[in-house]
């Protein structure tokens, strides 16, 4: 038998089965006490939300931004106190970026609930003594971010403690 017409064949009879199996039968029962049927999923909790919006920002966000580009917008950058339905949208709009509604969702509540972590908030309240976090966000791939630390303590009086400095570092070389 030729592929093409094993194929077809295939695909009757799987289309046969799953009727078989109920896909025509009638729907099924409500439960008496309106309470949620055993093979329904209970609701998704907000924390659920916000941990699939932080994989969806990992995977769709970062493809163009760096982890830099979230410091900027929640530590004193350009961006702090976005909208973050409104950026979402936008890129979606402009950059065609595609994501559900109920993974647009889930970023939004992701990005609005974040908190920046120890290094970012000592990158901004070190960094920006001098220079905005723009300069920073900006900064090229393969920078030495253990140079630059360096230099900014050596020659502009950058006053690090040994753990703040690791602190940064890791966070900046990531």
Known sequence: ??????????????????????????????????????????????????????????????????????????????????DWDMVVQRMEESHQVVLTDDEANAVVQYLASREPSEAETLIAEKCTDCHSLEKVYQAENGTSWLDVVSRMQESHGLELTSEEQEAILDFLEQ
Not at 64 to 81: I, K
């Open 1 to 82: 038998m030729k592929t093409r017409s094993m194929i077809v064949v295939l695909v009757a009879v799987l289309i046969v089965g799953l009727l078989a199996m109920g896909g025509c039968s009638a729907p099924a029962e409500e439960p008496a006490d309106g309470g949620q049927d055993a093979t329904e999923s209970p609701a998704t909790s907000e924390d659920d939300v916000v941990a699939e919006g932080e994989q969806v920002a990992d995977s769709v966000c970062l493809e163009c931004h760096s982890e830099m580009a979230f410091t900027a917008a929640f530590v004193g950058g350009p961006q702090e106190g976005l």
